[in-house]
């Protein structure tokens, strides 16, 4: 295995464990991923690659709608998305060029340590140069 390969197979479980440790803080996180730009998932707190697939595309195509609407209004670069629903609210953040994350939660959960969480992972993943 090359340096390249050990260090990002290191680097994702670092994530991984944040991912981790956020869930168990905060029981009304019901799903993380985190995926690249194009919708490719890269790390789920889900095992089912197709809920982990599905919401990867929705990031992206949140992520694509806001940018684009940003732009239409000349409103600066995005920083966050929240959407609220009756039974849940998803929030997605890009963590840097390359990558965005999506958490699905409970429509009670606290925005407020839901996006505290988020930035922490923001910050793990630019950390480790993800």
Do not use: C, F, W
């Amino acid at each position: 295995m090359s340096i390249a390969q050990n260090h990002l197979i290191n680097s994702l479980a670092s994530v991984r464990d944040e991912i981790n440790k956020i869930l168990r803080i905060n029981r009304g996180i019901k799903s993380i991923v985190i995926s690249l730009n194009d919708g490719t998932p890269v790390l789920s707190s889900t095992n089912d690659l197709r809920v982990a697939s599905l919401l990867a595309a929705v990031a992206t195509a949140l992520q694509n709608i806001a940018v684009r609407a940003g732009n239409l209004t000349n409103s600066g670069e995005l920083k966050k998305i929240i959407a609220h629903y009756i039974r849940d609210k998803i929030i997605v953040v890009s963590a840097n060029n390359n990558y965005n994350i999506l958490i699905r939660a409970s429509s009670d959960a606290p925005l407020g340590i839901i996006l505290r969480d988020i930035m922490i992972l923001v910050n793990k993943i630019k950390e480790i140069n993800m």
